[in-house]
């Protein structure tokens, strides 16, 4: 990697709050997180010492290792001198985000043989598209796939033949489920290698009147198929800023990318540097050189806080206040939802993407992107700038843009201000002086509200409960005319991860949102997930305990008269409980069956709640 040449910046103070939570979380994990860094300097010692690791492979071990591999790397790996580096990829041709990584491993492998290593494809891991399976039975395996990545992220790591890892991978759970894989094996580095999102499509703010136009019957499947095919068109992520963005911001803000190299679009020359440049670094920053970053240290209670401020000051995906959690956990580290919500009463809003605003990742970009962003947070002191990065110790390498000079890649300080502060604001002039993810509690439980998109006058709802234990139901009713006129907080349960899977509920966005433009008072509250996309609708969500795990939301009936206040942060039913059993139930193992749901049946059972990441691995991910 070319050093950017970074003015020296004396970094301000750590604002308080960051530091007492910061703290807090060191002081929590302190015997989980010692335990965790004794065994990866362990392995990472013996690793140095003995030199690349598949030279402690017996004969027969390492011939099956190199069988296949083409001449020229076949001497390189039967010899015990140049680093091994895995590729572990999410490449699919179906799916937009995981297209271009078909053409990544042969750049990868020619950069890592011309740095001075072998790289081989040591495995892949599944990648399924939440925007196919919305609504459909196979969303209820989205939440289960990412713990399902991160085991196969382990199996391709297992074979013990690499010194560096690089992660291809870019949406919703791939990205989690890759490093908590990774983190498995911490004494590696890892560098993520993002693929980045297609070209602006059909502008969002017409896409989501497209979408209202449907749910009301104003339009038909073709036109409405038009309109979506005109917002996702081409390779790369999807532009709004849901999960998968959020997830390539924070890996960046982690110091897990190379700088800048984010939401650079596919398919273009800067963005073929970076795949090279992230290869070679990856062999830079090996066991045997003198950068040595293993992905352990990378990931340590700085680097999360700095990705909870980061989530908050973006607008990101709610989700992430679950994988965040499962993250931190696979690195010895304890995050709770208090953690999030006492930094999001200081973290200010100071992006505006869809579904925030109308503006996508590529305006972003262009406004300035991830160097004016993090130079902003860093400015105020909002992140840790002590941290180790896979671009070197620091994140002031951050404030950097690489850029192509006579066809090299370099990377340049971004130290003017925004360019479209309808996109990109300093921290100091924000959209919200809060984080826009609020956590709820009261007599329901507790839950997650995203209100960076909820007018003032829709953050407290009080109404009548209508119950349903299916998103269908409640698709029903609004098409037979019966939610029309009504004031109501629809409370759709058994849709966590022990009931199934915890699928998100977008559907459910454009018909509340028809009856919400009505001037109805209009609310939902759930256990199930929305990734952000309840949009201008109040929403709790990721309720827990949820309705299979005996939380109260079972014990709500039509009518019980519901309060969620999204501004003082608490979630209410002002109706007496006591006495009452549950009603409904999840399906049985034997009804939750189609689309390879049954082969999951034991997820179901080891998942854990919301609030602890649902992760199946328990508190040791």
């Known amino acids: ?118 790289a081989q494809v040591a495995g892949g891991v599944p990648a399924m598209c939440d925007g196919v399976t919305q609504g459909r039975a196979g969303m209820e395996l989205s939440l289960y796939s990412r713990d399902l990545i991160a085991m196969a992220t382990a199996i391709a790591l297992s074979h013990d033949m690499f010194d560096a890892a690089l992660l291809l991978g870019v949406c919703d759970k791939i990205v989690p489920g890759l490093l908590v894989g990774a983190l498995r094996f911490g004494h590696l580095p890892a560098v993520f290698v993002p693929a980045g999102p297609m070209t602006s499509g059909l502008p969002n703010k017409v896409k989501a009147r497209a979408r209202q136009a449907f749910a009301e019957g104003k339009i038909g499947r073709g036109e409405m198929l038009d309109a979506e095919a005109a917002a996702y068109h081409s390779p790369g992520t999807c532009t709004f800023y849901g999960t998968a963005n959020s997830n390539q911001l924070l890996m960046e803000v982690m110091g897990l990318h190379l700088p800048g190299a984010t939401f650079v679009n596919p398919h273009t020359e800067l963005r073929q540097a970076l795949t090279r440049a992230a290869a070679r670094r990856a062999v830079e920053i090996g066991p045997h050189g003198e950068e040595y970053t293993p992905v352990g240290e990378v990931v340590d209670e700085k680097a999360i806080v700095n990705a909870v401020v980061a989530l908050l000051a973006s607008g990101g995906s709610t989700n992430h206040t679950m994988h965040l959690v499962t993250m931190a956990a696979a690195a010895g580290i304890t995050l709770t939802w208090d953690d999030m919500a006492d930094l999001s009463k200081v973290v200010p809003l100071i ?61 340049e300080e971004r130290t003017g201000p925004s360019s479209d502060p309808d996109v990109l604001r300093p921290v100091a002039e924000p959209f919200s002086p809060d984080g826009g993810i609020h956590m709820l509690s009261g007599n329901l439980g507790r839950a997650v509200s995203k209100v960076s998109a909820v007018k003032p006058e829709h953050l407290v709802i009080e109404a009548p409960a209508l119950v349903f234990d299916d998103q269908i139901d409640l698709l029903a009713a609004f098409d037979r005319g019966e939610l029309n006129g009504r004031d109501f907080v629809a409370v759709v349960r058994y849709q966590g991860p022990r009931a199934n899977g915890m699928p998100e509920l977008h559907k459910l966005t454009p018909p509340l949102a028809v009856l919400l433009d009505r001037g109805q008072k209009v609310a939902i509250v759930t256990d199930g997930r929305m990734s952000g996309a309840s949009g201008k609708v109040p929403a709790a969500i990721h309720l827990s305990p949820e309705a299979a795990d005996g939380g109260p939301i079972a014990l709500l009936r039509d009518g019980d008269v519901v309060r969620l206040d999204s501004a003082a942060g608490t979630l209410t039913v002002l109706a007496d409980l006591t006495g009452r059993v549950p009603e409904g139930a999840p399906l049985t193992d034997e009804q939750w069956t189609g689309t390879g749901r049954e082969l999951f049946a034991s997820f179901r059972r080891t998942v854990g709640p919301a609030e602890r990441g649902a992760s199946v691995f328990g508190g040791t991910a």
């Open 351 to 411: 992006t505006r993407m869809y579904p925030n605003g109308q503006a996508d990742v590529n305006h972003f970009h262009a406004a300035g992107g991830m160097a004016v962003f993090i130079g902003g947070l860093l400015d105020a002191g909002l992140l840790h700038a002590d941290v180790l990065t896979v671009a070197g110790r620091g994140l002031g390498h951050y404030r950097t843009a690489p850029a192509l000079k006579e066809g090299a890649l370099v990377w």
């Open 1 to 118: 990697m070319t050093d950017p040449v970074v003015s020296p910046v004396v970094s301000p103070v750590v604002d308080p709050v960051v530091s007492e939570v910061t703290d807090r979380v060191v002081t929590r994990s302190r015997d989980t997180r010692r335990a965790y860094l004794e065994r990866v300097r362990r392995a990472g010692a013996e690793l140095r010492e003995r030199g690349p690791a598949r030279g402690r492979l017996a004969c027969a071990n390492l011939a099956h290792g190199f069988a296949a591999a083409p001449a020229e790397d076949k001497l390189d790996l039967r010899g015990a001198a140049k680093p091994g580096v895995a590729i572990v990829t999410s490449y699919n041709d179906m799916l937009s985000a995981h297209q271009p990584y078909e053409t990544y491993p042969p750049e990868l492998k020619r950069a890592v043989r011309e740095a001075g290593g072998v």
